[in-house]
DNA sequence: GCAAAAGTGTTTTGTCTACACCCATGA
DNA sequence: TCATGGGTGTAGACAAAACACTTTTGC
């Protein structure tokens, strides 16, 4: 009876797109891929796909995310919902648009390949397709505003990182400045750093302590939130 | 050739719910309807309905609001797409939940009749169907972030609103009490209350002066953010 | 004149910001 | 020994929090 009802309404496409940020060290980048469907074959494009019946909205995005990188575990979070009516000139289909933070050397080199996947500049994208500049705008500021509040910022950063790294990963997701001293200060304070008795020396003579993330307390101000920037 | 490769994928059926938030001077209150539809005929849901293919998502969740309520330019704002395979008993439908906020006693209390509509305590709701007690939890948790940061409380109130009555609802929306005097030294301080030469009479003997918003700096803070809470 | 809610300042506390020098080491 | 990045403390400014009494007026 129920189902006899639901009948009458129209059927939609469903697709995922996925804003896959990356940290090089340096700056922060998005994984974008050449298109390989029509239409807009051969441009540059967030990589997605569409949804399948027999999944969910939250699997079709980690589908789409392993096939691409090989990775598991990957933070991700859903971002928006995408759904006028022709954003996409292939047809009618609304977007789930999903980001994930991926330790960029983790993945898997050989299948970004195999899917002309590239890490590009996130502050200077090409123009994509579609809405998907738009996805990307909206999924730096969110990524911005949460990073704020949670401590996801690791998700970026190699399993042992310095704190100049981590204060490096801030500066660039924000595109600003911070002051070394006031930001360890603050991250410390937090508890969730362990310095490890190791240290990195390739960037410095003297060599910078190696941390890793407790991550007890790293979980639960995941979801209590702090006050970092 | 574009929309024959789109031809092979599956397609859902898209629903939009609306979370109706609403504030009658002394709590909190949500907009629940029963449902006309099978499955789960008569039990408690939030008042949604189908996607059509001649509307973006956005409007239809206009449509929805517009025809519930028969109130135009509501602040609306999508909160997240709910997607799991089995959240509808009823057949696969993905749906994408808004939060509206609107003044109570402007609502056309026929047409919420008509629907059979009522308006609810915000914090005790009873079980509603599906995943709809999850997407006002969501909403919730949303608009406490939100009226934190953006002057949008404002669209709970009547035109015309007293100190009281604003702190009275930022205490219904947080559960909680603000101090009195630190709270609206801050909200005057950004500048955006204009006082009224009239008083409200009815709640005491003295007399409390009305404020209203002004447009320009209300608008102008909607974006930049603020910090309130 | 009294009950009931409105309106109003100050002090203290804590947090954020700005700022500069010494340290350890490899070359 | 020097060049390079690593590591650290303090003082001042500002914002937040705690706190209680006077005012108005209808009854």
């Known amino acids: 009876m129920g189902r006899i009802e639901y009948r009458n309404h129209d059927r939609f496409l469903l697709s ?26 051969g441009k540059w494009s967030l990589s997605g796909g569409f949804v399948k019946k027999e999944e969910s909205v939250d ?22 919902c995408f759904g006028d009516i022709s954003r996409d000139p292939g047809g009618r289909v609304v977007s789930i648009a999903y980001y994930a933070l991926i330790k960029i050397d983790a993945s898997n080199e050989q299948l970004l390949d195999t899917h002309n996947a590239q890490w590009v500049d996130l502050h200077h ?21 949460k990073v704020a509040n949670h401590p996801i910022g690791f998700e970026l950063l190699p399993h042992k990182f310095t704190l100049q790294q981590l204060l490096g990963l801030y500066e660039a997701i924000y595109e600003t ?9 603050k991250i410390l304070a937090l508890g969730i750093l362990q310095r490890l008795n190791e240290k990195e020396r390739e960037s410095s003579k003297k060599g910078a302590f ?11 101000l995941e979801h ?3 006050k970092l920037i």
Not at 133 to 143: F, G, I, S
Request: glycine share 6%; charged share 30%; proline share 3%.
């Open 210 to 220: 190696y941390y890793v993330f407790d991550k007890k307390k790293y979980k639960q």
């Open 59 to 80: 699997q079709a995005a980690e589908r789409i995310l392993v096939t691409l990188t090989g990775l598991e575990k990957i933070y991700m979070e859903q971002l928006h």
């Open 224 to 226: 209590e939130g702090i």
């Open 177 to 185: 400045n911070f002051d070394k001293r006031n930001f360890t200060r």
């Open 16 to 41: 995922v797109d996925c804003i896959i940020f990356g940290f090089d060290g340096k700056g922060m980048k998005a994984l974008i891929v050449k298109r390989a469907l029509e239409p807009e074959t």
């Open 125 to 145: 994208l090409p123009p994509l397709i579609f809405d998907h500049n738009q996805m990307v705008k909206m999924a730096k500021e969110r990524l911005q505003q």
